[in-house]
């Protein structure tokens, strides 16, 4: 059984509006929308980016070490997963740009593709991504 880290990427969402859903009720849900809250939104994520874990290990210790960016890449081994936001995209854009000059060359188009996506969320601010441990 192997390990891997997959960076799942916002792509799209959609309101849930099944037939089963009384017209009243649906109207709950477009209210919900329009005050933030997000009330029968599906988000769908899509495979981004996925590397085996070992290897995400090593990615992420060329960050500098006891950095905030490093602590939260750290997030994944420790909790599971954890969410790539807006609140992010400067932190981790700066630290990925800065470890390039210590990485191979894997390692290097990982942090490339990376920073394209935290550009895409840079651009859009709903966009947003799931990184989470999978085993096989």
Wanted: negative net charge.
């Amino acid at each position: 059984m192997g390990e891997s880290v997959v960076f799942s990427q916002l792509r799209r969402k959609f309101i849930d509006e099944n037939d089963a859903t009384p017209a009243q009720a649906q109207q709950v849900v477009y209210y919900s929308l329009a005050i933030g809250h997000h009330l029968g939104v599906i988000d769908c994520l899509e495979t981004a980016l996925s590397c085996p874990w070992d290897e995400y290990l090593a990615w992420i210790a060329t960050l500098e070490a006891g950095s905030e960016a490093r602590r939260k890449m750290e997030g994944v081994p420790r909790y599971g997963e954890i969410v790539i936001d807006i609140t992010h995209v400067m932190l981790l854009a700066n630290a990925f740009d800065r470890a390039q000059a210590r990485q191979n060359a894997q390692q290097l188009a990982w942090s490339k593709a990376l920073l394209s996506m935290l550009h895409d969320i840079h651009q859009e601010s709903a966009i947003y991504l799931m990184v989470r441990r999978l085993r096989d």
